[in-house]
C-alpha cells in the first residue's frame, strides 16, 4: 500500500476509501442486528411499564424519575464505580510491571508468557467458587493459613463481612483474573517499541528508570488507552464475580446485577431497561473521558 | 505521537472510540435484554442412576390408556437423583400406559425455572403441558394453571397435607397438586451434647444459644474454625426461609399475614435481634455468605455443632466426619408468649398448563407423578419429603428420612401477595442480611415494612 503508482491521484483514494467501506460492511451489518437493534429495543422499552406476562404502556420518563429517587440504584452504581477504580488502577500498574518483565529476555520466557493467561482461560464462574471456598471463614485455606499454619491472626477472618472488606476481596480475585489480560495487551504495546529509540536513548546516558518513563510509558500510551478502556468497560458491566460470591445482598449490588433482578426476578423488563440506559451512558462518559485526556495528551 | 491516518478519515483514536462505544452498547444491550431466561431444553437423560429400582406400577393404567399415543410434555427436575427417579416414572408410565412423556429438565435455580416457565405461559404457548411449580409460584402463575378440582377426586386431594392443597388453591381453584416437600430441621451433633453434659437437643433459641456458647468455648481451643450453629445468612430465598422460622417461632407472624404487613412488631425484632447476637459470637461472622452448601460443608466437616437445614442433608450419614455423630431435631421455638417451633415450608407441585391440547392425558400424568406410590418411590430413592401424611407414615420411608418422625409446624411464605412475592422476599431477605451484618434491627424493620407496603399497595 506504500508503493504509490505513478500519476495515481485523489481518484486512487476514493477508491481505496469505497473498499474500505465495502470491506467493513458486513461488519457494520451484524452489527446493527446484534447490537443496534437490541440497543434501540431497550432504549424504547426504557420509555415503557414493561413487564414479563402484563402489558406495556408507553410512560414517559417515569422509569428515569423512579431511578433518581431509588436509593439502590445509587448504592448499585457507587459499588460499580468503587469497583472499577480500584481494580483498573491496580491492574494497569501491574500489568505495566508484568509486561516489562515478560518483554525481557530470559529461560522460560515463553512458558511464562502461556502460563500467565490461565487465571484469565477459566470461565469465571468456576474460578470465583473457587476463590470462595478458599476465603470461607470456617473451611477456607486462608485462615487455615493464617490461623493454624503462620498463627498471624488470632481469629479466622471474614473477608466478605462489611462492605469494605467485600470489595476488597472482590476486587483481589478481579485483579488476579484479568491483571494477565492487561500485560498482553501492553507487551503487544512494548514490542511495537522501536529498540533504537531505546539504544540511543541509553547511549546518552540514560538510566533504566529514566528511559521507562521518558521512553517506554509515553511510546506505550496507545496500548494502554486499550486496555484501560476494555477494562473499565468490563468493571462497569461486572456480575459474575459479585453475583457468585455475595449474591443478591444488597451494599454489593452491582449496576448489572440490579438489572437483573429487576427484568428476571421481578419481570420489570421497563425499569430494568431505564437502569440498562442510564449504565451505557455512564460507560460512555467513562470512554469519552478517557479518548479525552488521550486527546488531550497528543497534542 | 503519530497518527496514522486511515484513507477514509477515520483516525485510529476515533476508531477505538466507536469500537468501544459500539461493544459497550452490545454488551449491555445483551444484559438488559432476558438475560438469564432459564430455557429448559438442556440435557436430560444424563444422569439415570444405574442402581434405580423399578417405579411402582401405574395404577390409573387403564384411565391413562384411553390416551395411549397423545403426547405429554412434562417439566422435571433438572438434576440429581431427582432427575433419575422423574424418569424412570415417566418410562414406567410411558410403558404400561401407551401415552408418550417428553421430559423437559429444569434449570437448577427456581426463579429461573419460573421464568422459563412464565414467559412460556405468558405467551399462550401449549407446552410444557403439565409444569413443576415452587410452592411460592402458585400465586403468581394460577391464571395459567387448570382447575384440578373436579379432574381429580376429593379424596384424591385429601390426601395431602391440608396446608399445601391451601397454598395451591388460588381463588378456590386447585391450581396444582402438591407433588413433594420440605421443611426446615435443626441438626445437632449427639457427641458433642453429650460431651458437653446435655441430654436433649434445645426446645428454644436462647437454649441452643446458650449450648452452642458452651461447645463452641470448649471445641475452639482444638479447632479455630470451629462454631456453635450454622445456617444459610446468605442474600437469597433460604434467609428468608430462616428469617421466617425466626420470626413465627417468636409468634411475630409471617412478615405479611392476610395482605397487611405485620413485621413491625416487637416479637419479630426480639427474634431478628437474637439472630444478630449469633454472629461473630456462635456463628461464624462469614455466616452472611453461607448457603445450603456452605452450612451443609461446615457441619459435614465437624465445624459446627448445630445446622439449620432442610431434610436433603441426612445424606451426610453417608461417608462424612460426622457420620453417625449427629441427629436431626424440630427448629427450636421462641422463648416467648406463644412461642412455638416453626419450619419454613418448601416444596413442588404439580399443574397443568391452560393451554395444553391434551389435558386429559396431562391429568393422568399428574395422577401417576403424585400417587402416594410415586411419592414412596422417590421419597426412598431420592430423599424427597412425600407431601402425603400416609406416605410419610410408611415404614419403609421413615427407615429413609429419619426425620420425618418428629413433628414439624409448617409455615408458609407470604406467597398470597401473588407476583410481587420475588420482591417481597428480595427486600426482606436484604434487610436481615444487613441486621446480621450489624445494621440497627429496629430501624431495619422499619424500612423492611415500609418497603413491603409499597409492594402489598
Not at chain 1, 521512553?215 to 468490563?234: C, E, K, N, Q, S
Not at chain 1, 449490588?253 to 455512564?282: H, P, R, W
Not at chain 2, 435481634?273 to 452450612?295: H, M, N, R, Y
Amino acid at each position: 500500500m506504500s508503493v504509490r503508482p505513478p500519476g495515481a491521484g485523489p481518484k486512487l483514494a476514493t477508491r481505496q476509501a469505497r473498499l474500505a467501506w465495502l470491506l467493513i460492511a458486513p461488519t457494520l451489518a451484524v452489527t446493527a442486528v446484534v447490537a443496534l437493534y437490541p440497543a434501540v429495543t431497550t432504549v424504547y422499552r426504557s420509555f415503557t411499564d414493561d413487564t414479563f406476562g402484563g402489558t406495556s404502556h408507553w410512560i414517559g420518563l417515569d422509569n428515569y424519575a423512579t431511578l433518581l429517587h431509588d436509593a439502590a440504584f445509587r448504592s448499585a452504581t457507587w459499588i460499580t464505580i468503587e469497583f472499577t477504580a480500584l481494580t483498573v488502577a491496580v491492574e494497569a500498574v501491574l500489568g505495566v510491571i508484568l509486561a516489562v518483565a515478560l518483554n525481557q529476555a530470559f529461560a522460560g520466557r515463553g512458558a511464562m508468557r502461556a502460563l500467565l493467561l490461565v487465571p484469565f482461560a477459566i470461565i469465571n464462574v468456576i474460578s470465583v467458587s473457587i476463590w470462595k471456598l478458599m476465603f470461607n471463614q470456617s473451611y477456607g485455606v486462608f485462615n487455615d493459613l493464617l490461623v493454624d499454619k503462620l498463627h498471624l491472626a488470632d481469629q479466622p477472618i471474614d473477608f466478605f463481612g462489611t462492605r469494605t472488606a467485600a470489595l476488597l476481596s472482590v476486587s483481589a480475585i478481579d485483579v488476579w483474573k484479568t491483571t494477565p489480560f492487561v500485560a498482553l495487551l501492553l507487551l503487544a504495546g512494548l514490542q511495537s517499541i522501536p529498540a533504537d529509540v531505546q539504544e540511543a536513548a541509553q547511549v546518552d546516558g540514560a538510566g533504566p528508570i529514566r528511559r521507562f518513563f521518558a521512553i517506554t510509558l509515553p511510546l506505550l500510551r496507545p496500548a494502554l488507552l486499550v486496555a484501560l478502556v476494555f477494562r473499565t468497560l468490563d468493571a462497569l458491566r461486572v456480575f459474575d464475580v459479585f453475583y457468585v460470591l455475595f449474591g443478591a445482598r444488597a451494599d454489593t449490588t452491582t449496576m448489572s446485577i440490579y438489572i437483573e433482578q429487576n427484568i428476571v426476578d421481578f419481570g420489570k423488563a421497563g425499569y430494568g431497561s431505564a437502569i440498562s440506559v442510564v449504565t451505557m451512558l455512564l460507560i460512555a462518559v467513562f470512554v469519552a473521558l478517557y479518548v479525552g485526556l488521550n486527546a488531550r495528551a497528543n497534542k | 505521537m503519530n497518527e496514522m491516518v486511515r484513507p477514509d478519515g477515520i483516525g485510529r483514536r476515533s476508531f477505538i472510540r466507536l469500537g468501544a462505544v459500539g461493544l459497550g452498547a452490545t454488551l449491555l444491550a445483551a444484559c438488559g435484554d432476558g438475560n438469564g431466561i432459564g430455557g429448559g431444553t438442556t440435557g436430560g437423560g444424563g444422569a439415570s442412576a444405574p442402581a434405580l429400582p423399578a417405579a411402582p406400577a401405574v395404577s390409573n393404567a387403564a384411565a391413562a390408556k384411553k390416551y395411549s399415543g397423545t403426547t405429554v410434555v412434562t417439566d422435571i427436575p433438572g438434576f440429581g437423583t431427582e432427575l433419575a427417579t422423574t424418569e424412570q416414572l415417566a418410562k414406567q408410565f410411558e410403558a404400561e400406559t401407551g401415552v408418550k412423556i417428553k421430559t423437559v429438565p429444569l434449570p437448577k435455580s427456581t426463579s429461573d425455572a419460573y421464568a422459563g416457565d412464565q414467559r412460556l405461559l405468558a405467551a399462550g404457548q401449549a407446552t410444557p403441558d403439565v409444569l413443576l411449580v415452587d410452592l411460592i409460584y402458585p400465586p403468581a402463575l394460577a391464571g395459567y394453571l387448570l382447575d384440578l378440582k373436579g379432574r381429580l377426586t376429593e379424596a384424591e386431594v385429601a390426601l395431602s397435607y391440608p396446608n399445601l392443597i391451601g397454598v395451591n388453591t388460588i381463588d378456590s381453584r386447585l391450581v396444582a397438586y402438591p407433588w413433594y416437600g420440605g421443611f426446615g430441621r435443626l441438626y445437632y451433633r449427639t457427641d458433642l451434647l453429650r460431651k458437653y453434659g446435655f441430654s436433649a437437643p434445645p426446645k428454644t433459641w436462647t437454649e441452643l444459644t446458650d449450648m452452642a456458647t458452651k461447645i463452641q468455648a470448649g471445641e475452639k481451643a482444638a479447632n479455630k474454625a470451629f462454631s456453635g450453629y450454622v445456617f444459610q445468612g446468605n442474600a437469597y430465598e433460604g434467609l428468608t426461609c430462616n428469617a421466617l422460622e425466626w420470626v413465627a417461632s417468636y409468634n411475630g407472624g409471617t412478615f405479611i399475614d392476610d395482605r397487611t404487613v405485620s413485621i413491625d412488631n416487637p416479637n419479630a425484632i426480639a427474634a431478628l435481634k437474637l439472630a444478630q447476637s449469633w454472629i461473630g459470637k456462635i456463628a461464624p461472622s462469614g455466616v452472611t455468605t453461607f448457603t445450603e452448601d456452605e452450612a451443609h460443608s461446615a457441619f459435614g466437616a465437624g465445624n459446627a455443632a448445630f445446622m439449620r437445614n432442610w431434610e436433603y442433608a441426612q445424606d451426610l450419614d453417608k461417608g462424612s466426619a460426622v457420620a453417625g455423630k449427629f441427629a436431626v431435631a424440630p427448629l427450636p421455638a421462641g422463648a416467648v408468649a406463644g412461642g412455638k417451633t416453626a419450619a419454613a415450608a418448601g416444596g413442588w407441585a404439580v399443574a397443568v398448563n391452560k393451554n395444553s391440547k391434551s389435558p386429559d392425558a396431562a391429568v393422568e400424568w399428574l395422577r401417576y407423578l403424585t400417587s402416594p406410590g410415586a411419592q414412596a418411590y422417590r421419597a426412598v430413592n431420592s430423599a424427597d419429603v412425600p407431601a402425603q401424611p400416609g406416605v410419610a407414615a410408611l415404614p419403609e420411608v421413615q427407615t429413609a428420612l429419619p426425620a420425618l418422625k418428629q413433628e414439624v409446624n409448617p409455615v408458609a411464605r407470604p406467597t398470597q401477595i401473588g407476583g410481587k412475592y420475588n420482591e417481597a422476599s428480595t427486600v426482606i431477605f436484604q434487610a436481615v442480611n444487613a441486621m446480621l451484618r450489624g445494621s440497627n434491627v429496629e430501624s431495619g424493620v422499619r424500612k423492611m415494612a415500609g418497603d413491603l407496603r409499597g409492594l402489598v399497595g
